[in-house]
């Protein structure tokens, strides 16, 4: 089951995250500046999406920066190093819970909560890449986002 919707220690999960980040930047040379890792512990702190202004000013707070671009400028960082992936239909962000590299990732966003669960798809996309192979089609990225209600708000409601 996704992280976002199970019970888990989430201490561990956010300690694992951010030391699997660590090695990620370490590895590739990529600065993981103070602004950045704090962004990166922000979106962890919860398992829903957050928007860019959201984690500024908790940024702002904390005096790691008042201007928009401090936020999205980390935001951009973390999708760029695979730490982070950007909710479309939300217009949010979310810390990757399935480490970095190449995966295809499908988020379960429930309506109620706001929580924010990551899958990871089958890498052959099945009948999407069968598809678009019929129609000719280059596939350069894929993100699927599904929408409904999680199993606790589930039972909250029944």
Known sequence: MPHGFSRHDHTACIS??????????????AQFTPARRRTLEILL??????GAYEVLDRLRVEGLGSQPP?????????????????IERLNAFVACTHGTGDHVPAFFICDTCEAVAESVLDPTLGAL???????????SQ??????????TCQSTQA
């Open 16 to 29: 694992t995250a951010l030391a699997r980040a660590e090695a990620a930047c370490d590895a590739s040379g």
């Open 45 to 50: 702190e919860e398992h829903r999406a957050l």
């Open 70 to 86: 401090v936020a999205y400028r980390a935001l951009d960082f973390l999708v760029k190093q695979g730490l982070a992936h950007r």
């Open 129 to 139: 890449a069968s598809n678009a192979q019929e129609a000719n089609f280059s596939i």
């Open 142 to 151: 894929v993100v699927v986002e599904a929408r409904g209600t999680c199993g």
